[in-house]
């Protein structure tokens, strides 16, 4: 059995998180980014909260302090966040047809 480290595991991967805009999903997200360079996307399960849409919270998240690190070595990092509409409430998570693809 080969080892590899998480870097190299997660390169060129996409990952799908649920809970991302909570305290702990947040540090997840930073550490994916800062620690693994070459991961290709992280797809994030956002529900609308408080008249503001998935898309509005994530870049509000992501421009937090938080990701201060991860903006200086990849000023582009927010092109590997995508997030995704839906609820873990909901059956199918809420995602709709479109996300699914």
């Known amino acids: 059995m080969s080892s590899s480290s998480i870097p ?11 809970g991302a805009t909570g305290f702990m999903g947040k540090v997840l997200v930073e550490k994916l980014l800062r620690s693994c360079p070459a991961i ?3 797809y994030l399960l956002v529900r609308p909260k408080k008249g ?3 898309a509005q919270r994530v870049e509000e998240f992501i421009s937090c302090k938080l990701f201060d690190k991860v903006r200086l070595d990849d000023p582009d990092f927010k092109d590997k966040v995508v997030p995704v509409a839906g609820d ?3 059956p199918g998570l809420g995602i709709s047809e479109e ?3």
């Not at 190299?8 to 649920?18: G, K, N, S, V």
């Open 99 to 101: 996300d699914k693809r």
């Open 88 to 90: 873990i409430l909901e």
């Open 52 to 54: 503001q849409s998935p």
């Open 40 to 42: 290709r996307k992280l």
């Open 8 to 18: 190299e595991f997660y390169a060129d991967r996409a990952l799908f998180i649920t």
